[in-house]
């Protein structure tokens, strides 16, 4: 079976990256929240990809297209400006490592200008490569790993059927770190529902506090239609939180953790309300934001459901 090229799904800070697909779907597609639930892992042949780098440095070399590329390969390289790139797809991490460092290789082979390599990673990903591997991937400019927490309640990773639980994350987190490999985590407000809010809150403040990331995101749960966790709503299974009880909770998780320094937001699409700032410097100053918000409580100055997205 031929491989079938991903639609684009990266994190936020990618925006400027080529995506370079690996793989396809995710190799943990059991999340009850997640639209990769759906997905099968699909591994991209080493000579494809190959073929990819190839036709992306003649055409930034020579402005030259290869014909048999699909047109995204050459609408992302027109405005891409050759210094970033995030392999493709949920878990790129997973693809096996001879082909990824020979990837790598290849990349910076062509392009030796570039400036750091970024991909997705299941806390699985990372614990099943060594320090030692991690830290050649880094030789080779793998700069970044973006890893979804979701939540540091046991009990919650377990119902979502993460297959990781909170002391798997945090050794993940310092296996990363030890590499020298920047670390980005998200985390999911909401994902307790209305019972579990306080402990989902509270452990999550507690493993982003074990794990003392680089940067971590707080997107809000938006239940993707027909997945586990949509249905189990649908059954009266599982309450969502009201936008202003999100507020709550990202409020708690920044009161309750501690970093050392690490770039906090809530920038993404899902979020009712955006705050960003460096922990511990700014914690203060986006803690009053909340305090303002929750004690108003003024819809008005929420993001409004139609402008809520993945």
């Known amino acids: 079976m031929s491989f079938v090229r991903p639609e684009i799904i990266r994190p936020p800070s990618e925006h400027a990256s080529y995506f370079l697909p690996l793989t396809s779907g995710c190799s943990n597609n059991t999340c009850s929240f997640c639209a990769y639930s759906f997905s099968k892992l699909g591994i991209r042949n080493l000579d494809e990809v190959k073929q990819e780098i190839d036709a992306m440095s003649l055409y930034a070399n020579k402005r030259m297209w290869v014909a048999g590329q699909p047109d995204i390969v050459y609408l992302i390289l027109r405005r891409w400006n050759g210094k970033k790139v995030f392999l493709q797809d949920g878990d790129a991490l997973v693809y096996p490592y001879p082909k990824l460092i020979e990837t790598l290789q290849y990349l910076n082979q062509k392009f030796p200008a570039i400036e750091r390599i970024a991909s997705y990673a299941t806390p699985r990903d990372i614990l099943r490569r060594s320090l030692k591997e991690l830290k050649t991937l880094k030789e080779q400019k793998l700069g970044i790993l973006y ?22 994350m945090v050794d993940a987190a310092k296996k990363v770190k030890e590499s020298g490999i920047l670390l980005s985590v998200t985390v999911i407000l909401g994902l307790g529902g209305v019972k579990g809010s306080e402990r989902h809150t509270l ?7 074990e794990m003392d990331p680089d940067y971590a995101g707080a997107l809000t749960l938006t239940l993707v239609p027909e997945t586990g966790l949509d249905k189990e709503w649908k059954l009266g299974e599982f309450e969502m939180i009201t936008p202003f009880d999100s507020l709550w909770e990202l409020k708690t998780i920044i009161e309750h953790s501690t970093f050392s320094n690490c770039f906090f937001s809530s920038m993404h699409a899902s979020n009712y309300y955006a705050i960003r700032g460096t922990m511990p410097k700014d914690k203060d100053k986006v803690l009053n934001q909340l305090k303002a918000l929750l004690s108003r409580k003024d819809s008005d100055m929420l993001r409004p459901e139609f402008l809520r997205g993945l």
């Open 147 to 168: 890893m979804g927490v979701e939540s540091g309640d046991d009990e919650v990773l377990q119902k979502i059927q993460k297959n990781a639980d909170h002391n798997q």
């Open 203 to 209: 452990e999550t403040s507690r493993i982003l506090t």
